[in-house]
T-cell receptor, first 115, second 110 residues
Framework: GAGVSQSPSNKVTEKGKDVELRCDPI?????LYWYRQRLGQGLEFLIY????????KSGLPSDRFSAERTGESVSTLTIQRTQQEDSAVYLC?????????????FGSGTRLTVV | DAKTTQPTSMDCAEGRAANLPCNHS???????VYWYRQIHSQGPQYIIH???NNETNEMASLIITEDRKSSTLILPHATLRDTAVYYC???????????FGTGTRLKVLA
């Protein structure tokens, strides 16, 4: 597609429920990233996928968070047993290996509200 | 990755140049300076990056001091649509983990 697409754009969930957030990267982009942005703060790195290499999960805040990516396509970020502190905008970005030094393309994010 | 320091907020008159400073005094020789901006309710947008030399593209210019300890992003003719949070990030070549600070909130005034 023309850009990075994320769905849903907004999600309200009850504390304790599981949620799945989806990211469709730009076609042909081998690298995919997830970031979290709490209100009024900068972005926090969560996880990075590059092709068939093992993902860098060093930013995942707890074992309630997990992410998957099949090949070089869609990625899903799953948060289990959501807590109120999980409320944030979750941003996905992708880049081509050849142009990664020229910056990433971010999606518009999924705004998650845990009530 | 080196830490960056930016002013919390700045105002700029529409049509004038916006000069956004960034200090990165601990930058290493193989670390690039990247600039992104985030307009309200959108994901960050790449603007420009550089290593040593000044850079210019269709969006902005990046001026890096000779000692590389600071840089300035210049929007030559700011418009109301340039109102956003601007992030200065230092990134080691070949790595991918951006460390975002809180950036500079630029408000362009009519």
């Amino acid at each position: 597609g023309a850009g990075v697409s994320q769905s849903p754009s907004n999600k309200v969930t009850e504390k304790g429920k599981d949620v799945e957030l989806r990211c469709d990267p730009i076609s042909g982009h081998t690298a995919l990233y997830w970031y979290r942005q709490r209100l009024g703060q900068g972005l926090e790195f969560l996880i990075y996928f590059q092709g068939n290499s093992a993902p860098d999960k060093s930013g995942l805040p707890s074992d309630r968070f997990s992410a998957e990516r099949t090949g070089e396509s869609v990625s899903t970020l799953t948060i289990q047993r959501t807590q109120q502190e999980d409320s944030a905008v979750y941003l996905c970005a992708s880049s081509s290996y050849l142009t990664s030094e020229r910056g990433y393309t971010f999606g518009s994010g999924t705004r998650l509200t845990v009530v | 990755d080196a830490k960056t320091t930016q002013p919390t907020s700045m105002d700029c008159a529409e049509g004038r140049a916006a000069n956004l400073p960034c200090n990165h005094s601990t930058i290493s020789g193989n670390e690039y300076v990247y600039w992104y901006r985030q307009i309200h309710s959108q994901g960050p947008q790449y603007i420009i990056h550089g290593l040593k030399n000044n850079e210019t593209n269709e969006m902005a210019s990046l001026i890096i001091t000779e000692d590389r300890k600071s840089s300035t992003l210049i929007l030559p003719h700011a418009t109301l649509r340039d109102t956003a949070v601007y992030y200065c990030i230092v990134l080691t070549s070949g790595t991918y983990k951006y460390i975002f600070g809180t950036g500079t909130r630029l408000k362009v005034l009519a």
